[in-house]
């Protein structure tokens, strides 16, 4: 089933634009009130848009003002962050409930439960009752029963925010299991949901789609802020130099970019945090070409690259926050991210207000059209 949408509300400020290939998984992504949970309510039957059309191959879930179809006539269903199972139904007759709501006979709704109950691993607690369950448990269960209703669309509402990272981890593993082939759109602010689940993504963006495709593509060469900041990167934007890019504060870099891009051109470069050296600064600063100076990093510098020690861009730069980040600090400053060791950090002195200089190999800048 594939899914065409296009939607406006008013009231809400959405005005929404998006398609889901038979089978695919798409993530919704974007920051709070950016109109995720507006456009599953849309397509669930919950949310009534102003104007819009949305149809599952050739059936209209809604064509307004004239067509209606009321949610229990969908074949859609939605999953949200928390299980809301039937509390006094056992976990078998709760997965039951989803074919039997659905129009099939008891046996076939006792075997396709059967079914469901194997595949995500709730079999061995069938008989029990969902407040003897773990939050884990129960949200297995909720996906058993919405799956066992054979949907033709399924909506996932953050499926896994509710649970702890390790409980997380191994549900993100089932749920790649059964979306496969499965005509889905899940709403998540995980990155790692979005890599691991969905073939493509769209990035919403004051209830507009911002960006949208293959996942990876979106997710590693961002052109908007929130996408680069969901992913760690920092994205510049500007104008194509002979040798990079010059960026629309004025700084000009070296960088390398992934095709043929005209001078002059819109580009936007992609820097990882991960590749950018700190060190104190030196006399010799300059943010417009890489240096003889700019090739012998200071003590303390990190040299993640070797080609950051060859020709790196040297960038002045003031650092305008510290923050721990695993085993490493993540050093915001009024240019680059950068992640260093603590001891980077220590040595350098660093604290909010400190004059740096970044390091960036040119490699290390990846630069595409905007
Ligand atoms: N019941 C409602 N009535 C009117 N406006 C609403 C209602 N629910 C949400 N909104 C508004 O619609 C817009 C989109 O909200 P929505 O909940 O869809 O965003 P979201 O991306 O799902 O956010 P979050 O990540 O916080 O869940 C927001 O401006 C919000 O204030």
Not at 88 to 94: F, G, I, S
Not at 133 to 147: D, E, K, M, T, Y
Not at 182 to 209: I, M, N, P, S
Not at 323 to 340: F, I, K, Q, W
Request: charge should be negative; glycine fraction near 8%.
């Amino acid at each position: 089933m594939s899914l065409a949408l296009t939607a406006t509300s008013v009231e809400r400020d959405v005005s929404i634009e998006l398609s889901v290939h038979a089978g695919e998984t798409l993530a919704l992504l974007g920051p709070n009130g950016a109109g995720k949970s507006t456009v599953l309510g849309m397509l669930a039957g919950l949310v009534r848009p102003d104007t819009g059309r949305a149809a599952l191959d050739g059936d209209v879930l809604f064509d307004l003002p004239r067509t209606w179809t009321p949610p229990h006539r969908r074949g859609v269903a939605l999953l949200a962050q928390d299980a809301l199972l039937f509390p006094h139904l056992t976990v078998r007759h709760n997965v039951e409930f989803g074919p039997r709501s659905s129009g099939a006979g008891r046996a076939e709704a006792r075997d396709r439960a059967d079914a469901w109950l194997r595949r995500t691993g709730t079999a061995p607690f069938a008989d029990r009752h969902p407040d003897s369950l773990s939050g884990g448990q129960a949200q297995r269960v909720a996906i058993a029963r919405a799956l066992a209703a054979e949907p033709r669309l399924l909506l996932l509402d953050e499926p896994l925010a509710a649970l702890d990272v390790a409980v997380a981890a191994e549900l993100r593993g089932m749920l790649a299991d059964v979306l496969r082939d499965r005509t889905t759109v899940l709403v998540t602010h995980d990155v790692l949901d979005a890599y691991l689940l969905a073939d493509r993504v769209a990035v919403l963006h004051e209830g507009r789609v911002v960006e949208h495709g293959e996942t990876r593509r979106v997710l590693e060469r961002p052109h908007h802020p929130f996408t680069a900041d969901l992913s760690g990167l920092t994205l510049l934007t500007g104008g194509r130099t002979p040798t990079g890019l010059l960026t629309t504060d004025g700084l000009r870099l070296h960088g390398t970019a992934t095709e043929h891009i005209p001078v002059g051109a819109p580009v936007s470069a992609v820097i990882r945090p991960s590749a950018v050296a700190v060190t104190a600064p030196t006399a010799a600063s300059t943010n417009t070409a890489p240096s003889p100076a700019a090739t012998a990093p200071s003590p303390g510098a990190t040299t993640p690259n070797p080609a950051a020690t060859a020709s790196p861009n040297r960038i002045p730069s003031r650092v305008t926050g510290l923050e721990p980040h695993a085993d490493l600090v993540r050093v915001r400053t009024t240019t680059l991210t950068a992640l260093v060791p603590p001891a980077t950090v220590a040595d350098a002195a660093l604290v909010i207000g400190s004059s740096v200089d970044l390091l960036v190999a040119p490699e290390d800048v990846t630069i595409h059209p905007r």
